[in-house]
């Protein structure tokens, strides 16, 4: 990677711990929320795939409402680039508040929209117009949130704080898969299926009401403070041509990672149900208690990342990806114990922490901060939209045509790309493009 730690004129000034804080808990709420609702569309789909798709046995309704999960994604690069420019030429807690208003009116409008049987084919088309405003708000959420904690962190702790980012993407999943275990025991099953799954949409959408009025009152960054008085200014064509071996890293890194992360994560639920045979209450609960784990090591993976380096933890999460994705999701196909379950899920989260614990440092860390946001935002959206968006969706399609072991080894071979590219990575821990600190 090139060296550009004077590209931009900084200052060195250490952010007082007050707007520290303010600026760890206004991303976290955010983020939190953002991911709650993302997620709770995935975790409830068990229950409306068929409100709104009625065709079809449960493995098409389920590749239906993936393929609508996967048109999100596709919005997302939209949303990156769009709230990438947006961060780095007005501010980035501006493009957080924006963000977030996104993701509530997409919400909400879940929680409210008819079914099938009610407007026809308007349902399914308005639950994808809903799902393209939650894909602009995720693409815009990350770039912004990413770059601003990263900044607003410090150089001693960055990785563990900006680590916080992942563990509330977590918690946002954890708490949607908590809301449907609550509702899956205090509801019939035919409540559920009939109006309960509009439970969450509505609880997300209040909840960033909340999270806008408390970003709008955050501090603005230094970075971007030092940023808006220089001659530079972000652009998409000079991001491509200026910094295209730092974009292409972060699109590699980014697309195995959430390959990983999605089929380790939210895909698992399903796996569990459709391939293992699990009934949907215990994959719910196998898939809650992996998650609680994974969730306490993203900011012990950030902390050791500040103390030996980003490289170190990138380079071996993919690479055990690489060789026990395939055997650790062949030998859950064939279990029918719960422990069993447990234990090979939460190896398998384990490893993808070594990826999603320092992404955030890693990525913020390679680019000045004029451009900074964007070249975060754009490459990753990208990345997701093409392979994390697809991720299920292939799954289920290798399932069909009787081939799962197929995807396995795309996911290890995704795997082992990201590890080649992470090798030839300076450690963004030492060579950090953040300035002021």
Aim: aromatic share 12%; hydrophobic share 50%; charged share 15%.
């Amino acid at each position: 990677m090139t060296d550009r730690t004077a590209a931009i004129p900084g200052a060195t000034a250490v952010a007082p711990r007050s707007a520290r804080f303010r600026a760890m808990v206004g991303g976290c709420a955010g983020n939190l929320v953002e991911w709650f609702d993302w997620f709770a569309y995935s975790s409830f789909s068990l229950y409306f795939a068929r409100h709104f798709f009625p065709s079809g046995d449960q493995t098409a309704q389920l590749l239906q409402a993936a393929a609508v999960f996967g048109v999100g994604f596709l919005a997302r690069p939209v949303g990156a680039w769009l709230m990438g420019l947006y961060a780095d030429r007005s501010g980035r807690k501006t493009a957080l508040a924006a963000s977030v208003a996104m993701m509530c009116g997409g919400s909400l409008a879940v929680a409210l929209l008819p079914g099938y049987e009610e407007i026809g084919a308007a349902a399914p088309a308005g639950l994808v117009l809903a799902r393209i405003v939650q894909g602009l708000s995720v693409g815009g959420e990350y770039g912004a949130a990413a770059t601003y904690m990263s900044e607003m962190a410090g150089r001693r702790h960055r990785g563990f704080l900006s680590s916080l980012q992942m563990t509330t993407v977590v918690v946002g999943q954890l708490l949607a898969l908590g809301l449907l275990m609550l509702l899956q025991r205090t509801l019939t099953q035919g409540d559920l299926q009939a109006w309960g799954w509009r439970i969450p949409f509505a609880v997300g959408g209040l909840l960033a009401i909340i999270v806008f009025w408390l970003r709008t009152g955050m501090d603005e960054s230094g970075s971007f403070e030092v940023a808006r008085r220089a001659p530079e200014r972000s652009g998409t064509w000079r991001l491509l041509t200026e910094y295209p071996r730092e974009t292409w890293a972060v699109f590699v890194l980014t697309a195995a990672g959430s390959i990983a992360f999605y089929v380790y994560t939210t895909y698992m639920q399903k796996f569990l149900v459709n391939t293992a045979g699990f009934s949907r209450e215990t994959a719910t609960t196998v898939t809650a208690a992996a998650l609680l784990v994974y969730l306490a090591a993203q900011p012990a993976v950030g902390a050791l990342s500040d103390l030996f380096g980003r490289r170190l933890p990138l380079v071996l999460g993919f690479a055990l990806g690489a060789v026990f994705t395939y055997p650790a999701m062949t030998a859950l196909a064939k279990t029918h114990s719960p422990a069993v379950a447990f234990i090979l899920i939460t190896g398998l989260m384990i490893i993808v922490s070594g990826y999603t614990a320092v992404n955030a440092a890693v990525k913020s860390e390679l680019y000045p901060a004029y451009i900074r946001a964007l070249g975060v935002a754009l490459p990753y959206a990208m990345a997701s939209a093409i392979f994390g968006g697809t991720a299920e969706y292939a799954a289920l399609w290798f399932k069909q045509a009787r081939m799962e072991n197929g995807f396995f080894l795309y996911v290890s071979g995704a795997m082992l790309l990201a590890m080649v590219v992470a090798l030839r990575l300076r450690d963004s821990a030492h060579h950090s493009l953040i300035l002021e600190e």
